[in-house]
């Protein structure tokens, strides 16, 4: 099966918050990431949360890792039209190391 | 400072042909790191580049290979073209040792006819 899985859409309100999930596979992964990809753009890093952390927050941003059911998501507050975009999780067990496997990203979309 | 930058956009190539994709690192990094995104997937690891070796590969065919040069920049090469090169060819740029943070290019799209 896929190392790490993604609902293929989400689609919310403006204003709304969006919540992102992810599952992964890997026990030992390190690192977990949130990529934000725009139309025939490269992709963004938005954030990243080590395994040993239950939560990070950025402004708009919160991630929650819960390590035991191996489920990362990622919440945006206020859900602007600029939030349209694909947004990818991704892992690694590496420090600087690694390359980083990939889910199949979860396109937002935003309903007026 | 500019972020990382890749050569060129777009490409079109026929089979069997050979390609080489450009990429420069965002200033400070020295690993790259090479990734292949199919339409409608995520993107795929090819490889790593650290000190001018490849340090860490993925499941990729010997036909892709690849260089790091003194300056940091690096090279994919890919060989012996399939229809199922077509892709979006993105390049990342790190600091080792620093939280494998990974900033990426605006990748180069490959198109093999």
């Known amino acids: 099966g896929e190392d790490v899985e993604q609902s293929l859409f989400l689609s919310v309100r403006e204003g709304d918050s969006s919540v992102i999930n992810c599952t992964y596979t890997d026990s030992s992964s390190t690192y977990l990431y949130w990529y934000k990809q725009e139309p025939g753009a490269g992709l963004q890093l938005l954030t990243y949360i080590f395994s040993n952390m239950d939560m990070k927050q950025d402004q708009r941003l919160t991630v929650l890792l819960n390590k035991k059911d191996k489920h990362l998501s990622l919440r945006i507050a206020d859900t602007q039209t600029g939030d349209s975009a694909i947004y990818f999780c991704?892992?690694?067990?590496?420090?600087?190391?690694?390359?980083?496997?990939f889910g199949k990203g979860t396109h937002l979309i935003i309903q007026p | 400072d500019a972020g990382v930058t890749q050569s060129p956009t777009h490409l079109i190539k026929t089979r069997g042909q050979q390609v080489t994709l450009r990429c420069s690192p965002k200033s400070g990094h020295d690993t790259v790191s090479w990734y292949q995104q199919a339409l409608g997937q995520g993107p795929q690891f090819i490889f790593q580049y650290y000190e001018e070796e490849e340090r860490q590969r993925g499941n990729f065919p010997d036909r892709f290979s690849g260089h790091q040069f003194p300056n940091y920049s690096s090279e994919l090469n890919v060989n012996a073209l399939l229809l199922g090169d077509s892709a979006l060819y993105l390049c990342?740029?790190?600091?080792?040792?620093?939280?494998?943070?990974?900033?990426f290019g605006p990748g180069t799209r490959l198109t093999v006819l």
């Open positions: 991704a892992e690694t067990r590496g420090r600087g190391a690694d390359g980083l496997t």
């Open positions: 990342a740029s790190s600091q080792r040792g620093v939280y494998n943070e990974q900033f």
